[in-house]
């Protein structure tokens, strides 16, 4: 009861203000995590230095900064850094608190009992797509755009016309790997169509891909299956059915 009357009586001072200096301090933080990929694994001070253009001993804050925050951690053996084990616990509470994560466990792994199937609900990150599948090895897969043209072309329809435009290497590679025009099949997915690998009679396996769409109408994932070429023709009316109804519910309760 004494702290809450201190805590009426006296409020805590008001936060300091953001400045220039905090939101570099936070933005190259985010571009030293950026580094981190499966073929660059490792990063010592004085690449990330020379990579992000900085000082070697503002590098070094922060890295030790997120080494702190367990975030990064420093090999002993060569004191370079990697990705924290702290990343699993954030990732364990986003796959049990984050609603799109939630509803679609049940809804893919219905889809790939029911069909045979393989499913994925795939988001945009940053130049890549972060597919999950559950009950599959790995659960989660990290792609370039446009590794699977039709989960990339429904990604790129929740995308504005300004970053599309600014996208040069993914709308060439949207335009020269599918066919018809761009801005037709992006209108196509907003409205909650299907779509069907282009190329699908070139390769072994053929991907159906449908929008997730939030309540205020925008794309915000792309629900998928995948399966051997020589079963679309004959099950294509059947595939295409149960993904949009699947769609449309996690649609429902993804936010």
């Not at 200096?21 to 950026?34: K, P, R, W």
């Not at 069909?115 to 940053?126: I, M, N, Q």
Request: net charge positive; aromatic share 4%; proline share 6%.
């Amino acid at each position: 009861m004494e702290l809450c009357r201190v805590d009426v009586l006296r409020p805590p001072p008001a936060s300091p203000p953001v400045n220039d200096v905090t939101v570099s301090g936070v933005g190259h933080a985010g571009d030293i995590l950026n580094l981190f990929a499966t073929n660059t694994p490792e990063w010592g001070v004085t690449d990330v230095g020379r990579v992000l253009g900085i000082s070697k001993s503002h590098a070094h804050r922060l890295l030790s900064s997120l080494n702190a925050l367990g975030l990064l951690e420093r090999q002993p053996r060569n004191r370079r850094y990697r990705l924290g084990w702290r990343w699993l616990s954030v990732a364990a509470v986003l796959m049990e608190t984050n609603p799109l994560v939630t509803n679609a466990v049940p809804v893919i792994r219905e889809l790939q009992e029911q069909l045979d199937v393989t499913g994925r609900l795939s988001v945009w990150d940053r130049d890549g797509v972060i597919s999950l599948q559950p009950g599959r090895d790995p659960v989660l897969t990290r792609d370039t755009f446009g590794d699977c043209m039709p989960v990339s072309n429904v990604l790129l329809a929740g995308r504005s016309r300004t970053a599309i435009r600014g996208s040069t290497d993914i709308l060439t590679s949207a335009l020269t790997r599918s066919s018809g025009d761009l801005d037709e099949r992006l209108t196509h997915v907003r409205t909650g169509g299907l779509i069907g690998d282009p190329d699908h009679g070139q390769c072994r396996s053929y991907c159906l891909a449908a929008p997730v769409i939030d309540t205020d109408g925008g794309v915000i994932a792309a629900l998928s299956v995948h399966l051997p070429t020589r079963r679309w023709e004959p099950q294509k009316l059947h595939l295409m059915r149960a993904l949009r109804t699947a769609a449309t519910r996690l649609s429902a309760n993804a936010t």
